[in-house]
């Protein structure tokens, strides 16, 4: 194996033994003593064969884990954090600004201000979405990793002097970073969960980040029930919590790998890439010869003229803006931010509104554990328009509930809302939650 790290294509082609990368492929693994000509169509038997020796390493669990505690979680958790104690936040808000600044805010203006705190959330989304992209190629995906590590770690801060220091700017400013975190964690962490995991196993880890994601939103839903810490002693150890999960991610850190693809595409630095390839999988080089096959890139640089102009990456690109497009219009931000808000609207009182809104959170966390089992059985495409086609008659039936609810009392009619509500939640975890966060990663390929 050549040592040095100008190594190229052809290189690495000779590494894995092949002659001839169009009609036959030369492999050596521990399960042949001898090399083997293979023909076409044998090599996708030999392909299979290989892809079930591979393992599961620790630095591959270590890494999930730390990405769950220190991006995943937190984007779940301050995605959710603002459903349940909303009351008390707008009372907050209302007193701090009269107290400060002698001030008093109309109802309406009081709800405008809320909107404005909690949609800020998304203008940092926005920010850290477009960012995140040119921030992994220029720092690395580990780099990034810790610039959201940091990120959460600040805004954890910052709620959480928020209250002390009474001011509702701090609380603004706390928002929008853990928005910018969030947006660079769905730019950036499913991407490289999938450039870390091992072919075969793509879906498994394409769905972690989103597992992830609904944990955070169930833990924030659980913690924001008034008897917990979502009271006006305790909401602003609720919103700072994320920052503690961040504390136990940073140790983890040094066992971190950076991504074989991007240090092979992007950084060319080659025996780095297959060294981090070999410890990342637990397997000397020869037993992963066909995961190296899929390092060899074109070296063409890619741009935004070449994306554009080249027929299946345009293609990808269409495909990949549309799913996450629909997501996004889906109603699931509705939803999530203010079920609470829903139910009581329907006549329930706040703490079974509370629990209405965390029961859906439960569901959703265990309908995409689920999904992970059968997502590579049932294909994407056949879960996204089941998912989507289902969501579709649940919002339906919602809207027409709550259309019902504000004509007048009807009885019965808030157990309806909490049957479409959960229902959503629950069909929308089945595709059209995580599938769009991995798809772009799938249809696309990393390049210099």
Not at 107 to 117: K, M, T, V, Y
Not at 223 to 237: D, M, P, Q, R, V
Request: aromatic share 10%; hydrophobic share 45%; proline share 4%.
């Amino acid at each position: 194996m050549a040592t040095h790290n100008n190594m190229n294509n052809d290189d690495l082609r000779s590494l894995l033994g092949t002659s001839n990368m169009e009609n036959k492929m030369v492999v050596d693994t521990d399960d042949y003593n001898q090399k083997k000509e293979l023909d076409p169509n044998y090599l996708l038997n030999d392909r299979e064969h290989i892809n079930k020796t591979t393992k599961i390493s620790w630095i591959l669990v270590v890494t999930t884990i730390s990405i769950s505690l220190g991006c995943s979680i937190p984007a779940g958790y301050n995605t959710g954090v603002v459903n349940s104690p909303a009351e008390i936040l707008k009372q907050w808000c209302n007193k701090t600004i009269m107290d400060r600044y002698a001030v008093q805010f109309s109802p309406a203006q009081l709800d405008g201000l809320w909107s404005i705190l909690v949609s800020v959330f998304l203008i940092g989304g926005i920010i850290g979405g477009v960012a995140g992209g040119k921030l992994s190629n220029a720092l690395g995906r580990k780099g990034t990793l810790q610039i959201i590590y940091l990120i959460n770690l600040v805004s954890g801060i910052i709620f959480f002097s928020s209250k002390s220091l009474a001011r509702v700017e701090l609380f603004f400013i706390a928002r929008l970073l853990s928005g910018l975190s969030a947006g660079l964690t769905m730019a950036m962490v499913p991407m490289y969960l999938l450039e870390l995991s091992p072919s075969d196993k793509s879906g498994v880890f394409g769905v972690m980040f989103t597992v992830g994601l609904n944990f955070g939103m169930v833990l924030s839903q659980f913690l924001g029930l008034g008897n917990i810490l979502g009271n006006e002693s305790s909401w602003h150890y609720l919103f700072s919590l994320h920052g503690f999960l961040v504390l136990l991610a940073l140790p983890t850190l040094k066992f971190v790998p950076e991504s074989p693809k991007y240090l092979y595409t992007v950084r060319n630095e080659h025996n780095k890439a297959l060294s981090e390839l070999s410890n990342l999988r637990g397997m000397p080089i020869s037993d992963i010869s066909w995961e190296l096959e899929n390092l060899i890139v074109s070296p063409e640089r890619w741009t935004l003229r070449r994306v554009i102009n080249e027929p299946s990456s345009r293609k990808a690109i269409i495909i990949t803006c549309i799913i996450m497009l629909g997501q996004q219009l889906s109603g699931i931000n509705a939803v999530f931010y203010y079920s609470t808000s829903i139910f009581r609207n329907a006549g329930m009182s706040t703490a079974d509104a509370q629990y209405g809104n965390l029961g859906a959170g439960v569901i959703n966390f265990i309908v995409t554990i689920l999904s992970a089992t059968f997502i590579d059985n049932f294909g994407r495409k056949t879960l996204l328009l089941f998912s989507s086609t289902i969501c579709v008659f649940m919002l339906t039936a919602l809207m027409i509930s709550m259309l019902l609810s504000s004509i007048g009392s009807i009885p019965g009619i808030s157990y309806f809302l909490i049957v479409f509500v959960i229902g959503y939640v629950l069909f929308y975890g089945f595709g059209l939650g995580p599938i769009p966060f991995f798809i772009g990663s799938e249809l696309t390929d990393v390049g210099p």
